[in-house]
């Protein structure tokens, strides 16, 4: 891969950030997962979908915008994530798209051979379903329930049978199979109406525009605190004037900078064991916005995402809430 990379931090990258090969920030395109520490990992599947379809492309959109940040210097935290976080990026996941029966298998079978080598996972979608296999390789790989703080207009936990591929049902059914703990999860920015929050601390987006995004930072840390966590933002969690290309828009979301503000504000004290960014649909895009949006909290997130507080060293009994084990 040295062909992707320099020596020199501030010439960043031998190519433009316009050509070339494309991979996560121009991160070693690679399945070898030895010795990294984060995964990027595409997950190109929207037959979840229950309004406009094509978040199949996401991940691609996505790696393509993640090749500017690299002339923006890590801005405003100052390191290089490729580098400190050892991230990889290991392609997108393989399932047999005219045979949906194969994708969850193989989602999870692909998060939890990076977990065993020692590596995260940060997905990039594809549709919210995507959060489904990922969230059961974690939680199944920690051996106990995660808190879910999860960005999106949409709770996600309409009716589900258990049975469902549906982007709209994947958080009820990971509560229903206690892999999830709603009563340590927070949801941000939710404006859809659902009368079974499951128990979920919801904070509305017109709570957001009316207390501030510090208010709605210290509802998150209080609820989640030091458990272990999973992070999913949809980027629907955003305002459609911001980031138009996804699948179900609303109005009223939050502006990107206010996005920012809570992703800044809310990540750097978490406990992450895995997270995803979803929903960017290329086709409704424009100007590629919305995956410079993703592109941009993915970015942010490696390098918030601090390694040594994620490490497995949390106790298999969720009753203690996920103290240290040793
Ligand atoms: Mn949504």
């Known amino acids: 891969m040295a062909e992707f990379l320099t020596d020199d931090p501030h010439q960043a990258w031998p190519t433009t950030t316009f050509g070339g090969v494309l991979s996560f920030g121009r991160a070693p395109y690679t399945r070898r997962a030895s010795g990294a520490g984060i995964a990027v990992l595409g997950i190109p599947f929207d037959l979840g979908t229950t309004n406009r379809s094509g978040a199949r492309e996401g991940p691609n959109a996505v790696r ?8 923006l210097r890590n801005h405003p935290f100052g390191i290089d994530p490729i580098a400190e976080r050892r991230v990889i990026d290991c392609g997108d996941v393989h399932f047999d798209v005219n045979r949906v029966e194969t994708f969850v298998p193989a989602v999870e079978t692909a998060a939890r051979e990076l977990l065993l080598a020692g590596t995260r996972v940060l997905g990039i979608g594809g549709d919210h379903f995507a959060s489904y296999p990922l969230v059961r390789a974690a939680a199944h790989h920690l051996g106990a329930p995660l808190s879910l703080v999860h960005f999106d207009a949409h709770t996600d936990t309409w009716p589900d049978d258990g049975e469902r591929i549906d982007h709209g049902t994947q958080f009820r059914r990971l ?22 929050t499951m128990g979920f601390e919801v904070i509305e987006a017109s709570w957001i525009h009316q207390q501030g995004t510090a208010a ?7 609820r989640v605190g030091d458990r272990p966590a999973y992070v999913s933002f949809d980027i629907d969690c955003i305002d459609p004037a911001f980031a138009p290309g996804t699948g179900t828009p609303v109005i009223g979301g939050l502006s990107s900078a206010q996005a920012l503000e809570l992703w800044r504000g809310i990540c750097p004290d978490l406990r992450i064991l895995g997270a995803d960014v979803v929903e960017v649909a290329p086709a409704h895009d424009v100007s ?23 490490r497995d060293r949390w106790s298999a009994d969720p009753s203690d809430g996920g103290a240290p084990r040793g």
């Open 288 to 310: 590629d916005i919305t995956a410079l949006a993703a592109a941009t909290l993915v970015h942010d997130l490696l390098c918030m995402w601090d390694l040594d507080r994620a």
């Open 216 to 222: 709605t930072i210290e509802r998150a840390r209080r």
């Open 175 to 196: 509560v229903d199979e206690g892999l999830i703990d709603p009563a340590t999860s927070v949801q941000i920015g939710i404006r859809t109406w659902n009368e079974d």
């Open 64 to 71: 393509r915008m993640s090749a500017l940040l690299s002339e």
